[in-house]
């Protein structure tokens, strides 16, 4: 397997960038919260939403949080039993262009959950247009450059009409990328592919 070089943006398909069966990408997107999981790729976001909700304190309205690019929507189960414990009211909603993917985060989740799961794109979801929060974790390496420009400047205006400017982007680093290779090479029956 050819070296990545981390000096530049990496033009590479994924198996979930493609047409790809229901069965394969829920399996890609369960082991993906998986590296989640053990990457602790959860904690910049929810240290973030711990300095917001701080701040929101004194308001009496739900803080409206949009996942962009939920995939399998482990994120937003994670902030739903934060919330619950910290007493927060919230209202979740995912987003996801793909609707397989919005069907196996559907799946995954609890019956008794209130998230909203919506397939689209974040421009035309009216829920996501007045979020207070919008995050995106491991979303814009599928977006092509233009796209990027255009997502981050519809993140900053849907984010500042709930009243917060702020745009939580997870990042990936050359460790995650080096795990993410030897889980997906290691793990028998894994549906990734990193070539
Ligand atoms: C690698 S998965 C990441 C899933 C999840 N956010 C996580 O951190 O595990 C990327 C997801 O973004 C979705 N996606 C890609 N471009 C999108 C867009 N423009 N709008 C909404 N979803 C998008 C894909 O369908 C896929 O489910």
């Not at 998986?34 to 929101?56: K, S």
């Not at 399998?72 to 039993?81: F, H």
Request: hydrophobic share 45%.
């Amino acid at each position: 397997m050819a070296e990545l070089d981390f000096s530049r943006r990496a033009e590479l398909e994924e198996l979930i960038d493609g047409p790809c069966s229901y069965e394969d990408l829920r399996d890609c997107l369960r082991d993906l919260s998986w590296v989640n999981r053990l990457t602790l790729a959860y904690r910049p976001t929810m240290e973030w939403l711990e300095r917001v909700a701080d701040a929101q304190a004194s308001s009496s309205s739900a803080l409206r949080i949009v996942d962009v690019g939920c995939g399998y929507g482990d994120t937003l189960r994670r902030i739903e039993r934060w919330a619950k414990k910290r007493g927060l009211a919230v209202e979740l909603i995912g987003v996801d262009l793909n609707a397989n993917a919005v069907r196996a985060a559907r799946k995954a989740t609890s019956a008794g959950s209130a998230i909203v799961w919506v397939v689209g794109d974040a421009y035309s979801c009216a829920a996501a247009a007045d979020a207070d929060v919008v995050i995106a974790s491991l979303v814009m390496h599928h977006m092509a450059e233009l796209e990027i420009v255009r997502f981050l400047a519809w993140a900053e205006h849907a984010a500042q009409l709930g009243g917060s400017s702020t745009t939580c982007i997870a990042r990936r680093f050359r460790t995650t990328c080096s795990a993410w290779r030897c889980g997906a090479h290691g793990g028998s029956g894994s549906s990734v592919r990193m070539e």
